[in-house]
């Protein structure tokens, strides 16, 4: 099993900036691609950003391309997601993944429980 622990989440206005932590326990965290999904009331969850074991390959969701940016430290157990020129349909509940690489995306096996982010217009 591995455990997700997401954090920095919060209020930001249109424009701004925020970045998401991820501490994962219970595994090797190399052993696993890492990621960040979104969900947005009424609508179903949706893939943000993945980024292989050691980062050598990242993947991101056209919507937030150029403005999100996943980095990780393996020697932290941590997966970062840097959001940058926020936009109000940004907001959302983010969730951090464990799982597997796929062609351009993640295919999850651990969830984390979720951080909220919202952004005021």
């Known amino acids: 099993q591995v455990q997700l622990v997401e954090s920095g989440g919060g209020l930001v206005q249109a424009g701004g900036s925020l970045r998401l932590s991820c501490v994962a326990s219970?595994?090797?965290?190399?052993?696993?691609?890492m990621g960040w999904f979104r969900q947005a009331p009424g609508t179903d969850r949706e893939f943000v950003a993945g980024?292989?074991?050691?980062?050598?390959?990242?993947y991101y969701a056209d919507s937030v391309k150029g403005r999100f940016t996943i980095s990780r430290d393996n020697a932290e157990n941590t997966v970062y997601l840097q959001m940058n020129s926020l936009k109000p349909e940004d907001t959302a509940i983010y969730y951090c993944?464990?799982?597997?690489?796929?062609?351009?995306?993640?295919?999850?096996?651990?969830w984390g429980q979720g951080t909220q982010v919202t952004v005021s217009s």
């Open positions: 219970g595994r090797t965290f190399s052993d696993f691609a």
């Open positions: 993944v464990a799982g597997k690489m796929i062609p351009s995306g993640i295919l999850p096996q651990y």
């Open positions: 980024i292989s074991r050691y980062g050598g390959t990242r």
